[in-house]
């Protein structure tokens, strides 16, 4: 794939920008829908309801987005999804209930999904895409750590939960801002030796069941992990300087994966990285109550993994299929896992104990276990085959 020849530096900046803007509320829903918790207008139940609904809509956004591209000009659709999603934010502070609050997060991840689609339509017209593909994982994550360091450290202390929401609306005003280094109409992809012959067969539906499983588990315990902190002892400011710490973890594991991808084979790393975070689930269970030294450092070695998965499951899936089909694929199940993952987890929750959500999450892991074993053994048969 080629950089159109009206596709420039600018364009690029603009891009990741726009992209880390539409995704600080995934890296901040623990943060954000903890203080609802602690404030009492959102249920211990409704924690994994909201944050799959916003999830779920964040993904249906960036088709909407795409539909909407050959209806809308690139920048006016920018400019409406950034207003909207500013306004749900201000209209969460109204909300009081699980319904309420479903509703108009929702509706705010909508906005933001198509945030998303205009950085990834801008990524894909650079030059080299798949390594700013990377590198917008890592700057998003480096902006959802440093907002959730401020949230932690002056925001929610001083404002509590509607300072946090005032404060997502503005940074989302910033879309605004970018509106003149943003081309007027998006345009075409020029590609180069695009394969057509792909055709579904079990390695790639294995793999798309592997990021699925995986993301599962990550998000159960992600969508949980301010009130298992304040389960194992942690204080307010503590359960979300925890949330913070965890997401620059996120960063190191990331800048781990992106070098070590050509070193260590795919299938060994995704079956190392499940059956850490499965010991991840239990031993965060074990230290349920009383046992915060141990429940930070788990917490941390889930952030490193978390983030370190992706160049592998990239990388597998380019190696089963060099067309990229599959590949595309990957963030759409990416989503759809860790919307999924508080759903199921959200079941076992029995008033306000969490700590069940740890053991779903290692069930998850688990599965993924037993689906890179039959990965695994896919592979050799197909090169046994040839």
Known sequence: MKATSTFGRSHVIAALALGSIGTLMIGLQPLLLGELLAAGRLSMEGVGIVAMGEIVSLGLGVVLGDILQSR?????????????????????LQAMNDGSLMA?????????????WGAVSLLLRAAD???????????????????????????L???????????LAVLTLGVLMLVRWQP???????????DTGFVWSTGPVLL??????????????WAYLEPLGKSVGLDGPGAQWLIAGTLFMQVLGGAFGTLMVRRIPELSMLAMAAL?????????????????????????????????LTPFQIRLALRLDPSGRVAILIPAMQL???????????????????????????????????????????????????
């Not at 689930?281 to 070695?301: D, E, T």
């Open 72 to 92: 809308v000009r690139f920048r006016l659709l920018m400019v409406v999804a950034a207003l909207v999603a500013v306004c749900m934010d201000v209209a969460t």
């Open 104 to 116: 108009v997060r929702t509706l705010a991840g909508f906005a933001q999904g198509v945030l998303v």
């Open 129 to 155: 895409p798949d390594r700013l593909s990377g590198l917008f994982m890592l700057l998003q994550t480096l902006a959802q750590a440093a907002i959730a360091a401020l949230l932690a450290f002056t925001v």
């Open 157 to 167: 202390p001083r404002l509590g939960i509607a300072g946090g929401f005032v404060l």
């Open 184 to 194: 007027e109409r998006l345009p075409a992809i020029l590609e180069e030796g695009r």
């Open 208 to 221: 798309l069941l592997i990021v699925f499983g995986q993301l599962c588990a990550i998000g159960a315990l």
């Open 276 to 308: 850490v975070l499965a010991a991840v689930g239990l031993g965060m269970h074990a230290s349920i109550p009383g046992g915060a030294f141990g429940f930070l450092l788990l917490c941390g070695v889930f952030g490193f993994v978390w983030l370190s």
């Open 336 to 386: 759809l896992g860790s919307a999924c993952g508080p759903l199921v987890a959200s079941q076992w929750v029995v008033g306000d104990l969490a700590d069940t959500v740890t053991l779903v999450s290692s069930v998850f892991s688990l599965g993924v276990v037993g689906l890179v074993a039959s990965i695994r053994r896919y592979t050799h048969e197909r090169a046994v085959a040839v």
